[in-house]
């Protein structure tokens, strides 16, 4: 357009100056009719032309704006939609009166309604995915999140009992516990989105709470756990051992649609490396309460593995993990293989 302003400026200012050449022809002062003659300015059939100019200015009117193949922003005139990475791993959503921004699999909207603002989480699993474009359903794992449950172990008989010999690792089941953060998961879908091999990474928290007035430690001489009983401690309030351990699983998980969610059935393998381990004992002597930790190897196996499987419906599942590989190393402790029953909450 500015070409075609310019063009008409550049005609109008020439006329003048052929009127003053053709003053001295009285019989061509008809001439003027030269100003219908510029079909030059008619001849803007250049602006259907400039299909080219269109085109250069084009992006700004765009509905889709793409950075560096990273960061995604859809607008249009009812909303506003940014997310980050292919998978949309982080959205951001303007939709009139609400704000949606999730995280992975889960959310929180924002409401302004006539009544106040209203803020609840969401779950992916429910909230209708509003895509500009078509793509491929991708497989979801269900490791990252939130364990909770008991810890226990079993005798090599396969019995909760303890036989006499190693009655002072009897357990108080209703303080023994376990506690993880699953903080990382990666599933590959095995050519579908229901079923596929899910691995990850976490932190897991065990407290075993001895029921007796002791605790335990290792012997001088032989180097084996044994029944350890402070001489100062009139009264043993509360005694325990704890450890942590970083997990890493495989497994296979399979994804049954139910409704608008999914039942999520896996199970495999998990491994566990020992990163610290202590026992605490809070007592009663002379001069009023005290305690003590002391932090060992406890003869633990630094490595080991288990055998899960887990069962859920949407974010919420059950937990159960054995592991076959014996708490203490051989001979050098009582043979108990731990095992944790209780509830995960995915992210």
């Known amino acids: 357009m500015k070409k075609i302003i310019l063009l008409l400026i550049a005609s109008a200012m020439l006329l003048p100056v052929r009127a003053q050449q053709v003053d001295s022809i009285p019989e061509v002062t008809a001439a003027p009719e030269v100003e219908e003659a510029p079909v030059v300015e008619e001849a803007p059939v250049v602006e259907e032309a400039p299909v080219v100019e269109e085109a250069d200015v084009a992006p700004a009117y765009a509905d889709t704006v793409n950075v560096v193949g990273a960061v995604e ?50 779950d992916m699993d429910d909230y209708p995915q509003k895509s500009y474009r078509h793509k491929k359903k991708r497989f979801r794992p269900h490791y990252a999140g939130i364990e909770l449950g008991l810890s226990s172990y079993l005798t090599a008989d396969n019995s909760l009992t303890l036989p006499p010999e190693d009655a002072y690792m009897d357990l108080n089941t209703g303080r023994s516990y376990n506690f993880g953060i699953n ?10 989105d229901k079923i596929g091999l899910v691995t990850g990474m976490g932190f ?19 180097g084996a ?37 999914r039942v999520n059935l896996s199970t495999g393998v998990i491994g566990g490396l020992k990163l610290c381990s202590r026992t605490k004992i809070k007592y009663n002597s002379a001069g009023g309460k005290a305690k003590e930790v002391l932090k060992g190897d406890y003869n633990l ?7 899960t499987a887990r069962a859920g419906y949407g974010f919420m599942h059950l937990y159960a993990t054995y592991y076959p590989t014996s708490l203490f190393k051989k001979d050098l402790g009582p043979v108990l293989y731990p095992f944790h029953i209780g509830l995960f909450f995915a992210f």
């Open 73 to 122: 922003v859809i607008e249009t005139p009812e909303s506003t939609r940014v997310t980050l990475g292919q998978n949309e791993v982080f959205i951001v959503e303007e939709n009139g009166d609400t704000v949606r921004v999730v995280l992975g699999s889960r959310g929180i909207s924002i409401v302004e309604g006539e009544n106040g603002t209203e803020i609840k989480v969401i």
């Open 183 to 192: 903080f990382v998961d990666v599933g590959v879908g095995l050519g579908t």
């Open 204 to 222: 897991e928290y065990i407290n075993y709470n001895f029921n007796g007035q002791n605790s335990i430690r290792k012997d001088d001489i032989t």
């Open 225 to 261: 756990i044994g029944e350890y009983v402070p001489d100062y401690a009139a009264n043993i309030t509360k005694s325990k051992m704890t450890m942590w351990y970083l997990t890493v699983p495989l497994l296979i998980e399979f994804q049954i649609p139910a409704g608008r969610k």
């Open 301 to 307: 196996y630094p490595v080991r593995y288990g055998f």
